[in-house]
C-alpha cells in the first residue's frame, strides 16, 4: 500500500500493487442500494407475517417440519380449510331443502335438480361406476343403467328400494330339466322375440308349460302384474321381448347360457352372477349410505337416461 | 472494480521502461474514456424548458391521456360507459358488453398495439416513448411542477446544494405534496375503471370500499410518486423492457431526431471577431442547448443512443439558437441516418417490414371488428355426453345425452326456448320446458335425442341445437350450434 494515492481524485480505495495496479471504488447507485436494504427489510417482514421459518425439532423430510405460524396466520392448508368451510356452508342451504324434499319433488325443480346431478357424481363414482361404469353404462355382467330397461322397475321409489336393499337375481339351471331340443327351442325363442318376431306356437306352449312366466310374466315382458295405481309387479326377470340383453353379448349363446346354469344357483359352477349388495343402513356395520345420499343417487341414476 | 494496466514486462527490461511503454498509452485510453460515464442517476438531471414547436405537441400527446382522468365519467346507457367489472366478469364497452368467452378479442387487441408499436417505431423511431408513455408523461408534467415551484434548472441546483431552511423546507414539501396528490389521483382513476367512479366517491372515503381498491390506490400513489418523481430517465435507461425492444426495431431509414453532423462540424464557439468565410467552423456553435433540454441528460449529437427517447425537445432547442445565430433550422431534425449521411434516402413506404407489420395491424383490426360485430347476447354450448357415447332403449332405438349451456350475456334475464333439427326423424327429451337464464349467467340443461334404428345409416350424424328468447323489450335473440348423433355401426 502506497503512503501517497499517486492518482489522487479518481475515486480509488487506496489500495496499490505494483505501482499502478488498483482497486476502483464503484458503489451502486444510491437508490439501487435503497432498493436492496428495503428487498431485505421486506424479507424480515415477510418472514414475520408469513410462515417461514423452521421450529425444532429438526426433521429431515420437508413436510414433516413444522414452521413458524406467522403474524397474519396464514398457510395455504389454512386457506384451503376456510375455501372448504365456505364450500359446505353453501351446500348445507341446499342439502337441507333436498333433506325436505321427497326425489319426486326434487325431480320437479330444475334448481335442485342440478344441484343433486352434479353432487351426486362424486357419489356415483365412488359406489356405482366400478360396475355400471363411469355414465352408467354398464359392464358385462352388470346392468347398463342409462337406458330404459329395468330389472325391478325404473321409478324412483325402486330405484331408492334396489339402492337400500340391493338385489339378488334367481334363476334355476335347466340343464337338468329340460332336454337339448327344449333348450334349443327356447333359446331361439328368445332371440326370435328381441328381433321383435312372434315366436312360434311351440315355443310359447314351451315357455309357459315349463313355468317360465312365473318370473318372466305371461307376456315375457318381465311383468307379473300391474297394480291398478300403475305400478308394476316383478321379481327381477328379464323383459325377453324388448332388444336388451342382460347378460351381454346376447342372442342364441347367452341365451342357452342362462337357461342351462340359471342365475345366482349354488353348486352350479357356470351359473350367471347377478349380485347388487345392499347400500342403505348407514351407521350399522355394512351399512354404507344414508338415506339423503340414496336419496340423490336414486334421482341421478333416474335422470341418467332413462328413469320412469 | 479492477482496472488493469499492466501486461508481463519481461524481465530484462527496466521497471520505467516499461512504465513509458505500456502504461502510458493504456492511461491515455483511460483519458479518452473519460468523459463517458453510465447515467445511473447519481445527479438529477434538470433540464431546461424552451417553448417550440415540438413542446406544444409535446403537450398536446400528453393532453390524450385526459381521458384517463376524465373518461370513467363517461356515461352510458345509465351506466359507466366503460367499466372492467371484474367481480362479474363482466366488461362494458359503451353498448356492448364483453364477458370471458369473447377474450380471443383481447389477444387481438394486444396484438394490434404490439404491431403499433413495432410499426410506429419503425416509422418514426421511439415516438412512444417520447409522447405517450406514462412515463415520460407524468415525469414531464412532475417536472413541470418542480419548475413552477423551484426556478429554472440554475436555481433548481442552488436549491438542492443549499443548506435546509424554513423557504426551501416548504417549497419542497409543496413540491413532494403535489406530486403525491397526482400520484393519487392516477391511483384513484385508474382504479375508477373497475370499480366505477361514482361508487368510488361514495365509498372510499368512507372506509367502505375493499382493500383490493385501497391498496391499489396506495400501490399508484407511491409508484407514480417513485417512478416520476425520483427515478424518472433512470426507468427508460434500466427498468423499462419496450426501451430496449423499440431500440432494435430503427433502422438506417427510420426518421428520429439526428444531428447533422455534416453540416454542424467541426462545432466551436461563436466568436464576435470571426468573419463568416474564413470561419472554419461548421453551423454547431457548440451552445449545448440541446443537451440543456433532454430530459435524458444525453447528447444527442453522438447519434441515436440508448438514452434518446425521441421527445424532439432538442430540435426546438437548436432551432431557437439557430434563428438568433440566423444560419437556417433544422441542424438537430426528424432525419433518417440515411439522409444525414448524405445517401439516398429509401422511402419507407417501400420497406417489406413496414408493409408486414400494417398486413399484421390491419389482420387484428378485422379481427376485433369482426369480434364486435358478431358479438351476441346469448351464447349456446352443447357438449355431447360421451360416457356412454350412446345408450340402446329397450326397443331398439338409440339415445344420446347432451348437456347444453345457455350463456347470458344480457343485464336482463331472459327465457329460451331449445329446438333440435337433424336430417332424420328423432324424438327430443328435456326441451318442453322453457329455460329461464339469468343474466350473466351460464344455465345449462340436459337433452335427450332418441332416433329409430331404421334412421340410423351411420355412426353419426349431424344435430343442430337452436336457442331463442326475447328480452322484456320485445328483441329476439337466437344463438345457433351443430353436435352430433353417434350410433354404433349398423
Request: with cysteine; glycine share 8%; proline share 5%.
Amino acid at each position: 500500500m502506497a503512503d501517497t494515492n499517486p492518482f489522487p481524485g479518481e475515486n480509488n480505495t487506496g489500495h496499490f500493487w505494483d505501482d499502478n495496479l488498483r482497486e476502483l471504488k464503484n458503489p451502486p447507485p444510491r437508490w439501487w442500494m435503497i432498493a436492496f436494504w428495503l428487498s431485505l427489510a421486506w424479507w424480515v417482514l415477510y418472514g414475520l407475517l408469513y410462515p417461514m421459518w423452521p421450529t425444532p425439532p429438526w426433521k429431515l423430510d420437508e413436510t414433516d417440519q413444522e414452521f413458524t405460524q406467522g403474524m397474519l396466520d396464514w398457510s395455504s392448508i389454512k386457506e384451503f380449510e376456510r375455501g372448504m368451510a365456505q364450500v359446505e356452508e353453501v351446500r348445507a342451504e341446499y342439502d337441507q331443502r333436498i333433506a325436505a324434499m321427497s326425489a319426486e319433488e326434487i325431480l320437479d325443480d330444475p334448481g335442485l335438480l342440478q344441484y343433486t346431478l352434479a353432487s351426486s357424481k362424486v357419489l356415483f363414482g365412488d359406489y356405482c361406476a366400478a360396475c355400471h361404469g363411469s355414465g352408467g353404462q354398464g359392464n358385462p355382467g352388470y346392468p347398463v343403467l342409462a337406458d330404459n330397461d329395468w330389472l325391478y322397475g325404473g321409478t324412483l321409489s325402486k330405484i331408492i328400494e334396489t339402492i337400500t336393499g340391493g338385489r339378488k337375481g334367481n334363476m334355476i339351471a335347466h340343464e337338468k330339466i329340460l332336454s337339448e331340443q327344449e333348450v334349443d327351442t327356447l333359446a331361439n325363442f328368445v332371440v326370435n322375440l328381441s328381433k321383435g318376431q312372434p315366436g312360434s306356437e311351440e315355443a310359447w306352449a314351451l315357455f309357459r308349460g315349463k313355468g317360465c312366466t312365473g318370473c318372466h310374466g305371461a307376456e315375457a315382458t318381465g311383468v307379473i302384474a300391474t297394480l291398478p295405481n300403475g305400478s308394476i309387479v316383478t321379481v327381477g326377470a328379464a323383459n325377453l321381448t324388448d332388444t336388451l340383453w342382460r347378460f351381454r353379448p346376447g342372442g342364441y349363446e347367452s341365451a342357452k347360457h342362462t337357461i342351462l346354469y340359471g342365475v345366482n344357483q349354488t353348486g352350479v359352477e357356470q351359473t350367471r352372477n347377478a349380485v347388487m349388495p345392499a347400500f342403505g343402513g348407514a351407521g350399522s356395520a355394512e351399512g354404507r349410505l344414508d338415506a339423503e345420499q340414496i336419496k340423490k343417487l336414486a334421482v341421478y341414476v333416474h335422470e341418467l337416461g332413462g328413469g320412469q | 472494480m479492477l482496472s488493469r494496466s499492466k501486461s508481463s514486462p519481461s524481465m530484462c527490461m527496466s521497471w520505467a521502461a516499461v512504465n513509458r511503454r505500456v502504461v502510458e498509452p493504456v492511461d491515455d485510453l483511460y483519458a479518452d474514456a473519460e468523459h463517458w460515464q453510465v447515467n445511473a442517476g447519481d445527479e438529477t438531471i434538470h433540464a431546461k424548458r424552451l417553448p417550440g414547436r415540438w413542446r406544444r405537441i409535446k403537450w398536446l400527446a400528453s393532453s390524450v391521456w385526459l381521458i384517463f382522468f376524465l373518461g370513467p365519467y363517461v356515461r352510458w346507457d345509465g351506466r359507466q360507459a366503460v367499466l372492467f367489472d371484474i367481480p362479474s366478469r363482466q366488461y362494458h364497452l359503451f353498448g356492448a358488453t364483453v364477458l370471458p368467452q369473447d377474450f380471443w378479442m383481447l389477444s387481438l387487441l394486444l396484438l394490434f398495439f404490439a404491431i403499433l408499436l413495432a410499426v410506429a417505431t419503425a416509422l418514426a423511431g421511439r415516438v412512444y416513448c417520447g409522447f405517450f408513455c406514462f412515463q415520460t408523461v407524468w415525469t414531464d408534467v412532475f417536472t413541470w411542477i418542480e419548475e413552477w415551484l423551484e426556478g429554472d434548472p440554475r436555481t433548481r441546483r442552488q436549491l438542492d446544494r443549499a443548506p435546509w431552511s424554513a423557504q426551501k423546507l416548504r417549497i419542497k414539501s409543496l413540491k413532494h405534496l403535489l406530486w403525491l396528490l397526482i400520484g393519487f389521483a392516477t391511483g384513484w382513476s385508474f382504479v375508477a375503471w373497475f370499480y366505477g367512479i361514482f361508487p368510488l366517491w361514495r365509498d372510499f372515503f368512507t372506509g367502505q370500499a375493499n382493500g383490493v381498491v385501497y391498496s391499489f390506490v396506495a400501490l399508484f400513489t407511491v409508484g407514480t410518486y417513485v417512478l416520476a418523481g425520483w427515478l424518472r430517465e433512470q426507468v427508460c435507461f434500466w427498468l423499462c423492457p419496450y426501451a430496449r425492444i423499440q431500440g432494435v426495431m430503427l433502422d438506417r431509414s427510420t426518421l428520429v431526431p439526428a444531428y447533422d453532423l455534416l453540416r454542424g462540424e467541426p462545432r466551436g464557439r461563436l466568436r464576435k471577431d470571426a468573419e463568416p468565410e474564413s470561419d472554419p467552423h461548421g453551423d454547431c456553435i457548440d451552445c449545448n442547448q440541446c443537451v440543456a433540454v433532454c430530459p435524458t441528460g444525453i447528447d444527442i449529437r453522438a447519434g441515436q443512443q440508448e438514452g434518446c427517447i425521441t421527445c424532439a425537445l432538442c430540435i426546438d432547442a437548436c432551432d431557437s439558437i439557430m434563428d438568433k445565430v440566423g444560419r437556417p433550422r433544422g441542424l438537430i431534425r426528424y432525419a433518417s441516418l440515411d439522409e444525414i449521411e448524405g445517401q439516398p434516402a429509401r422511402p419507407l413506404l417501400l420497406s417489406v417490414r413496414v408493409w408486414l407489420y400494417l398486413a399484421i395491424l390491419l389482420l387484428s383490426v378485422v379481427g376485433i371488428g369482426y369480434g364486435f360485430s358478431t358479438l351476441t347476447s346469448i351464447e349456446l354450448k352443447v357438449l355431447h355426453e360421451r360416457s356412454p357415447l350412446f345408450v340402446q332403449m329397450s326397443d331398439g332405438s338409440i339415445q344420446n345425452q347432451y348437456t347444453l349451456k345457455v350463456l347470458n350475456k344480457a343485464n336482463v334475464d331472459l327465457t329460451a326456448h331449445i329446438t333440435a333439427t337433424s336430417p332424420v326423424p328423432m324424438e327430443v327429451k328435456g326441451v318442453e320446458d322453457a329455460l329461464s337464464v339469468k343474466h350473466g349467467e351460464v344455465t345449462p340443461m340436459r337433452v335427450f335425442v332418441r332416433i329409430e334404428r331404421e334412421h340410423l345409416s351411420g355412426t353419426s350424424l349431424p344435430i343442430f341445437f337452436t336457442a331463442e328468447g326475447q328480452f322484456p323489450d320485445g328483441t329476439p335473440v337466437r344463438a345457433e350450434r351443430e353436435s352430433a348423433f353417434f350410433a354404433p355401426a349398423p
